[in-house]
Protein backbone atom coordinates (compact mmCIF):
# COMPACT_ATOMS: atom_id res chain seq x y z
CA UNK A 1 0.00 0.00 0.00
CA UNK A 2 1.42 3.37 -0.88
CA UNK A 3 1.34 6.49 1.09
CA UNK A 4 -1.63 9.15 0.49
CA UNK A 5 -1.91 12.68 1.44
CA UNK A 6 -4.16 13.37 4.65
CA UNK A 7 -6.63 16.38 4.79
CA UNK A 8 -6.67 16.18 8.48
CA UNK A 9 -2.76 16.20 9.59
CA UNK A 10 -1.03 17.42 6.34
CA UNK A 11 1.29 14.43 6.19
CA UNK A 12 1.74 11.44 4.16
CA UNK A 13 0.38 8.53 5.67
CA UNK A 14 -0.48 4.86 5.56
CA UNK A 15 -4.35 4.01 5.80
CA UNK A 16 -6.59 1.27 6.99
CA UNK A 17 -10.24 0.60 5.07
CA UNK A 18 -12.98 -0.30 7.42
CA UNK A 19 -16.53 -1.21 6.61
CA UNK A 20 -19.00 0.82 7.40
CA UNK A 21 -22.76 1.52 6.89
CA UNK A 22 -23.46 4.56 5.12
CA UNK A 23 -26.54 5.88 5.47
CA UNK A 24 -27.82 8.95 2.57
CA UNK A 25 -31.51 10.43 2.07
CA UNK A 26 -33.07 10.43 -1.04
CA UNK A 27 -36.16 12.64 -1.07
CA UNK A 28 -37.96 10.79 1.55
CA UNK A 29 -36.15 7.73 1.46
CA UNK A 30 -33.60 6.73 3.56
CA UNK A 31 -30.85 4.47 2.51
CA UNK A 32 -28.36 1.81 3.84
CA UNK A 33 -25.83 0.23 2.67
CA UNK A 34 -22.20 -1.60 3.92
CA UNK A 35 -19.40 0.47 1.97
CA UNK A 36 -15.49 1.53 3.15
CA UNK A 37 -13.83 3.79 4.46
CA UNK A 38 -10.42 4.78 4.59
CA UNK A 39 -8.67 6.07 7.86
CA UNK A 40 -5.43 7.48 8.41
CA UNK A 41 -2.66 5.84 10.80
CA UNK A 42 -1.49 9.19 11.61
CA UNK A 43 -4.30 11.30 12.99
CA UNK A 44 -7.51 7.90 12.78
CA UNK A 45 -9.75 10.65 10.35
CA UNK A 46 -11.28 9.55 7.20
CA UNK A 47 -9.26 10.19 4.17
CA UNK A 48 -10.74 10.74 0.52
CA UNK A 49 -9.80 8.03 -0.92
CA UNK A 50 -11.38 8.32 -5.28
CA UNK A 51 -11.46 4.26 -5.28
CA UNK A 52 -13.09 4.29 -1.96
CA UNK A 53 -15.52 6.65 -3.15
CA UNK A 54 -16.20 4.67 -6.59
CA UNK A 55 -16.31 1.58 -4.66
CA UNK A 56 -19.21 2.83 -2.04
CA UNK A 57 -21.08 4.34 -5.33
CA UNK A 58 -21.33 1.08 -6.54
CA UNK A 59 -22.98 -0.56 -3.80
CA UNK A 60 -25.75 2.10 -3.63
CA UNK A 61 -25.93 2.05 -7.03
CA UNK A 62 -26.44 -1.76 -6.52
CA UNK A 63 -29.21 -0.81 -3.92
CA UNK A 64 -30.89 1.64 -5.97
CA UNK A 65 -31.00 -0.07 -8.58
CA UNK A 66 -32.33 -3.36 -6.80
CA UNK A 67 -35.52 -1.73 -5.53
CA UNK A 68 -36.42 -0.68 -9.58
Known amino acids: ?5 C ?3 WKNVKYNIK ?6 TIGE ?3 Q ?3 KEAI ?3 CNEP ?3 EHIFEYN ?7 INKDK
Open 29 to 31: KEI
Open 47 to 49: IFL
Open 33 to 35: YEG
Open 57 to 63: QEQLNKI
Open 7 to 9: DNC
Open 40 to 42: CRN
Open 1 to 5: MKDVF
Open 19 to 24: HVIIKI
